[in-house]
Structure formats: structure tokens, C-alpha cells
């Protein structure tokens, strides 16, 4: 089974300034997928960011981006410019296709609260 | 946009009820998925679908169970209602990969079981 494991129940930066969320995970597999969700207070969880394992190049969506490092199993968020719009939960997932082409759902590590202080 | 919509925001329950959680998407996808989210714990797979009438289970699946009869609709049941059974619970659907693979979800549905 795959875990997902976020050391960093919560943080606090000041806006403008860059934050790195960490993530790692445990698996055996080869082909898999990871991501970051964002939940901001109230509102429906949706995703920031994607990354296939087989690509080696860095996945970057505006002012997050991610360090993804395979043979470490870590799976990093980084966000440039921090906005009060930032504040929010953020959980890492990963993503295993299962052999009938479907998938068996996200494992999801327990999340970081993130706060962007004014 | 795609839409997934949680019937209730909110609801209240007793110990022993019966409680049905829906959920409906309008983007045609296979995959429909149920989820628990609590404090310190993340969120966790009860049950998983990736067709009319198929289910699967996830990681904690006992003291559920759920229906899907109709692509769009994906339900939830708690069979009796007990009081560990309070939090909040996220449904979501995505298409098969290896399209992004990407999970959308709903507004999520806060159960209190007193």
C-alpha cells in the first residue's frame, strides 16, 4: 500500500514572501502520478498541481511549482509571491492506474495549513 | 466547468439512523469516489466506483455502504448511524486515466451523529 506522509501540520509566512510545502510517499511502484490540492476554508478542494512520474521535468502552474525528486520520493510545493488568497489547507495525493485502466482512488497524506499573514 | 454536487451541506443524525449522502456529476466520468476527511487524519477512501452497478473498497469501508445505478450518481449510505461516523464526507468523480487522472470534487456534506 502507498503512503503519503506531510511533516508539516501548519505554517505561517508572511504574503509576498516563498514557502515550500513538503511531501514524501512510499511506494514500489514505476508509473504513478502525484498532486497538490488546495482547500481553502469552506470551500471544495481542487487541484494546484500534477505531475507524472515518468516526466522528469518539474511541473509549474504560475506561482506554484514543485520539486519532485523520484529516486528521494519527495514530491515538494513551492509558492512564489504568497497571496492571503494561499491561505488554505494543502494535501499531497498520489495516484497509482490500477492494470484495468482505471484508478483506485488518491492516497492523500494528512495536509498542511498553510496561513499567509498580512 | 465540471460540477459535483453534495445534496446536503449539513445534516444532523441520530445514533442508529439510516443517513444517505448523495452525490450527482455532470461531466459523464467513470470514476465516482467517496471520501472521509477528519482532523489530523486526512482523507481517507471508503468506497470507489468505476461504473454503473461496480463498487469497490477503499481503505475503511466498514459501516458503509453505496449505490450507483446511474453514471451520475454516486450514494453514500450509513446503514446505522454511529457517533464515529461524524465528520465531514467528499465525494468526488474523475474520468479513467490516462487522462490527467485529476479528482473533482464536491462542497463536501458535514454529518453530526448525536
Known amino acids: 500500500a502507498q503512503t503519503v506522509t506531510q511533516s508539516q501540520p501548519e505554517m505561517s509566512v508572511q504574503e509576498a514572501e516563498t514557502v515550500t510545502l513538503s511531501c514524501t510517499y512510499d511506494?514500489?511502484?514505476?508509473?504513478?502520478?502525484l498532486f497538490w490540492y488546495k482547500q481553502p476554508p469552506s470551500r471544495q478542494m481542487i487541484l494546484v498541481i500534477r505531475q507524472e512520474a515518468y516526466k522528469q521535468q518539474n511541473a509549474t502552474e504560475n506561482r506554484f511549482s514543485v520539486n519532485f525528486q523520484k529516486a528521494a520520493k519527495s514530491f515538494s510545493l513551492k509558492i512564489s509571491d504568497s497571496q492571503l488568497g494561499d491561505t488554505a489547507m494543502y494535501f499531497c495525493a498520489f495516484m497509482k492506474p490500477n492494470s484495468g485502466g482505471g484508478a483506485d482512488g488518491l492516497t492523500f497524506g494528512k495536509g498542511t495549513h498553510l496561513i499567509i499573514q498580512p | 466547468d465540471v460540477k459535483v454536487t453534495q445534496s446536503s451541506r449539513y445534516l444532523v443524525k441520530r445514533t442508529g439512523e439510516k443517513v444517505f449522502l448523495e452525490c450527482v456529476q455532470d461531466m459523464d466520468h467513470e470514476n465516482m469516489f467517496w471520501y472521509r476527511q477528519d482532523p489530523g487524519l486526512g482523507l481517507r477512501l471508503i468506497y470507489f466506483s468505476y461504473d454503473v452497478k461496480m463498487k469497490e473498497k477503499g481503505d475503511i469501508p466498514e459501516g458503509y455502504s453505496v449505490s450507483r445505478e446511474k453514471k451520475e450518481r454516486f450514494s453514500l449510505i450509513l446503514e446505522s448511524a454511529s457517533t464515529n461516523q461524524t465528520s465531514m464526507y467528499l465525494c468526488?468523480?474523475?474520468?479513467?486515466?490516462?487522462?490527467?487522472?485529476?479528482?473533482?470534487f464536491g462542497e463536501g456534506s458535514r454529518l453530526t451523529v448525536l
Open positions: 511506494t514500489s511502484e514505476n508509473n504513478y502520478y
Open positions: 468526488a468523480s474523475s474520468l479513467l486515466p490516462p487522462n490527467t487522472g485529476e479528482l473533482f
